[in-house]
DNA sequence: GACAGATATCGATGGATGTCAATGCGCAGG
DNA sequence: CCTGCGCATTGACATCCATCGATATCTGTC
């Protein structure tokens, strides 16, 4: 499990608001102020890195989309190969991806696996990239 | 340029709310309903997943992280190889990977150059994630 | 104008990734 | 038990990508 991410963290995003007048170049040599605030550590980066690897990929972007707009919130592999002009084994392998990254969830009833998006995922992602603006 | 996402389009995320009792597995042999909403065209998709891709690396959501944090939020490439632990010419790579995405903005101030956040744009790409919930 | 420092670009290389064909596995029906 | 169907897994292949060393470009300085 992926751990959908721990709102609460040094995230992203800050949307533009320069409260200090930019003191940059500083006289001594260096170009501009060292940090400041913490930042992102390279676990949580690597973490987060994962699940934003899942969703970056026009494939599986569309098949959340088509999850996620399918009429019970779910759908079967068989109705995602055709609109994503894929084989059935590589819809699988993405499905896979997706669900390896805790963005969907895999109900396997009778011979046919109902897929459907995991309820905070792709909002707990949403909220690093818009946290501590 | 990358238009940095158009709200208003067929996105992704329902945040689970069936409401339909899930009549799944019809009669009929189908496993489950066609679809019913259109989805995500995959020139979206496409353009999406360039811009996802370009945040779905480790070392530049650091860079994204370390930019935000800082004072001015801007920084200059000498203030962002040491914390990452990356030679120069791979950080200025990574940067120019962001700019090109539309995330980062870059300025030349005499011998150095500042990248900051471009205002709206990782708010966007989270309403990708959060839209017609 | 020559020089030094900061940054960008180029070329090469090892590793990750998307795709497919072939195959295996589990479930339902006859 | 055997067959058909939906789906997952495997192995192979091509491509992309992150990283680095070397080098080019630009800017301010002496």
């Known amino acids: 499990m992926t751990t959908i991410s721990e709102p609460g963290t040094a995230g992203l995003a800050a949307t533009a608001s320069a409260p200090a007048p930019l003191d940059s170049a500083t006289d001594d040599g260096s170009c501009c ?72 969830h895999r109900e396997k009833r009778g011979v046919w696996a109902y897929y459907s998006l995991v309820p905070g995922a792709l909002n707990s992602l949403a909220g690093v990239l818009t946290e501590a603006r």
Chains 1, 2 share one sequence.
């Open 33 to 104: 102020v060292p940090s400041g605030t913490p930042a992102m550590s390279a676990d949580r980066a690597e973490a987060l890195s994962r699940q934003f690897k899942a969703i970056a990929d026009p494939n599986r972007l569309r098949l959340v989309s088509l999850i996620s707009a399918s009429a019970a919130n779910e759908a079967c592999v068989c109705d995602l190969t055709e609109p994503l002009d894929l084989g059935q084994p590589t819809v699988s392998h993405h499905l896979k991806i997706l669900v390896d990254a805790g963005i969907l």
